[in-house]
């Protein structure tokens, strides 16, 4: 099982509650703060609470929330649990923190070679492509990443552990499991 896009500002993001306004945030008001003072933590950028509306962040313009762009969403994982082969919708990039728990499995496709993903998956999922004409956008795409890489698709693998972020790239295709 695999909960996804889990609504923080309902259940909690991990993170303290973050800044209430833009206005809060700063470089010098996290450097005045020492590290083991909650509010430095409540203030941070770091903070996926606080990223949206950090200083030259151009989200900090749009006051609405957008659960999952300018809001987090809470992910949960478990023993086999997998997050299928995707990219983030309008190609955006992603921020992801791993607050505990074993190691997550990650594998990812470089933006740049996002063509040659797709390729793959027209090759082998013609059929039900026809089918589901937006398969690649339903997040429900299992694809061997040793298939990938013996037809010439470039993939990365990384572990990821509690306590560590990993950054994804525009366009860039990703899946793994918990």
């Not at 973050?18 to 945030?25: E, F, H, K, V």
């Amino acid at each position: 099982e695999y909960g996804n896009d889990v609504d923080a500002a309902t259940y909690w993001s991990g993170f303290p509650a973050g800044a209430t306004s833009a206005d809060d945030l700063s470089k010098a008001r996290v450097a005045s703060l020492s590290l083991d003072d909650p509010a430095y933590y409540a203030a941070s950028g770091w903070n996926l609470n606080n990223i949206a509306l950090w200083p030259g962040s151009l989200l900090r313009r749009h006051d609405a929330p957008l659960p999952g762009v300018n809001t987090p969403w809470l992910y949960l994982g478990m023993l086999f649990g997998t997050f299928p082969w995707h990219n983030e919708d309008n190609y955006f990039e992603s921020i992801n923190y791993h607050h505990a728990g074993a190691p997550k499995q990650w594998y990812g496709v470089p933006g740049a070679e996002a063509a040659a993903f797709e390729d793959v998956v027209r090759r082998f999922y013609k059929q039900r492509l026809l089918e589901v004409p937006d398969l690649l956008h339903r997040i429900n795409l299992q694809v061997s990443p040793a298939k990938l890489i013996a037809l010439g698709v470039p993939v990365k693998r990384l572990t990821q552990r509690a306590g560590e972020f990993v950054v994804t790239f525009p366009q860039a295709f990703h899946g793994g499991f918990s």
